[in-house]
């Protein structure tokens, strides 16, 4: 059984910093790209980060240089490093794998229509 598990989530102060985790099961992990999305209430779920198989990585625009996303394939872990946070990255934070094999991700990710694997989800709330 496919499962992605986050953790780390909570309430931070703007400009402040918080790390997101994400443990994977059930599938061979090193061979997929994997990502991060978020969604808030009303609003479309959007991808944030991305990670290749080999560890390299793309990020949506509005987290570019604020947030880091990383994978330990030994361990079957992906993370996110969310650095000098803002009240608009409040959010629910989903890991997400895609429905195919794919060791690189699309030039920039994978849509929410590839998603095969989501995880439960973690609350960041960010307070001016």
């Known amino acids: 059984q496919i499962r992605l598990m986050e953790s780390g989530g909570g309430s931070v102060q703007s400009g402040g910093f918080l790390t997101l985790s994400c443990a994977a099961s059930?599938?061979?992990?090193?061979?997929?790209?994997m990502g991060w999305f978020r969604q808030t209430p009303g609003k479309w779920r959007e991808g944030v980060a991305f990670?290749?198989?080999?560890?390299?990585?793309t990020y949506a625009d509005s987290v570019k240089g604020r947030f880091t996303i990383s994978r330990d394939n030994d361990n079957r872990t992906m993370s996110l490093r969310l650095n000098n946070v803002k009240t608009e990255d409040t959010a629910i934070y989903y890991c997400a794998r895609p429905t195919s094999s794919l060791r690189r991700c699309r030039g920039s990710g994978f849509p929410v229509s590839d998603v095969g694997f989501w995880g439960q989800g973690a609350q960041v709330t960010v307070s001016s």
């Open positions: 059930g599938f061979a992990y090193n061979d997929h790209c």
């Open positions: 990670v290749n198989a080999d560890g390299t990585s």
